[in-house]
């Protein structure tokens, strides 16, 4: 049963949306930190299938920075180019609270 907008997208959506959402907020986000922020949607494992694809398709990009603790991670991005699409994605569909 579909109870909200979000769950009409696929889960490389869901990741990117959620890449998109801590970007915009000047927020660090790392695999174990998205994991953690989309667990309710999807296991670790299909985290990771979805980031695997987004890299492949050019819409998430990682650089190493720095995480929370001050440690090293493999920080998360949306390709400039994907941008606008992940945008009207987040706007329409993750960030809707509302009921189909």
């Given at each position: 049963?579909?109870?909200?907008?979000?769950?009409?997208?696929?889960?490389?959506?869901?990741?990117?949306?959620?890449?998109?959402?801590?970007?915009?907020?000047?927020?660090?986000?790392?695999?174990?930190?998205?994991?953690?922020?989309?667990?309710?949607?999807?296991?670790?494992?299909?985290?990771?299938?979805?980031?695997?694809?987004?890299?492949?398709?050019?819409?998430?990009?990682?650089?190493?920075?720095?995480?929370?603790?001050?440690r090293a991670g493999r920080l998360l991005f949306i390709a400039g180019e994907s941008k606008s699409t992940i945008k009207e994605v987040y706007e329409n569909f993750?960030?809707?609270?509302?009921?189909?």
């Open positions: 049963m579909i109870k909200s907008k979000s769950d009409l997208l696929s889960n490389e959506f869901k990741v990117a949306a959620q890449v998109y959402e801590c970007n915009e907020k000047g927020e660090n986000i790392w695999f174990s930190k998205l994991v953690t922020l989309l667990g309710t949607h999807m296991s670790a494992a299909t985290v990771m299938k979805s980031l695997r694809m987004l890299s492949d398709w050019s819409v998430i990009r990682a650089e190493y920075g720095p995480t929370d603790k001050g993750w960030n809707e609270k509302s009921t189909i």
